[in-house]
């Protein structure tokens, strides 16, 4: 089995919508020569400071009409090593130790 160990340099996280009281957490990690100047030119596209996953879905049709930019952004986004963190395995031990359960 294969050790993977991302070296980053930028780093970016969103919550998704979930089922029950818990958000999921996306982390996205780019390598420090990851080519990233698809990020400003989205974001300016989108006009916003803080590009969020939901924006990007929201806007994927009109994104996609610029065939040039939704290349580079799919290009982009293939560099990053994607992690998904599942509070609710926390959150049941956080629950269990305050009630002194735990053993």
Not at 19 to 25: A, M, N, S
Not at 46 to 65: C, F, G, H, P, S
Not at 81 to 103: F, K
């Amino acid at each position: 089995m294969a050790l993977v160990i991302p070296v980053s340099c930028s780093t970016f996280a969103d919550a998704s919508i979930t089922e029950g009281p818990l958000r999921k957490y996306v982390l996205a990690q780019f390598r420090s020569d990851a080519e990233l100047s698809w990020v400003a030119e989205l974001r300016a596209v989108l006009a916003t400071d803080e590009l969020k996953y939901k924006q990007v879905r929201e806007n994927r049709i009109k994104l996609k009409k610029d065939a040039q930019l939704w290349h580079r952004v799919e290009r982009g986004i293939g560099q990053a090593t994607l992690v998904v963190i599942d509070p609710a395995p926390v959150d049941g031990l956080v629950g269990t130790t305050a009630s002194g359960r735990l053993t």
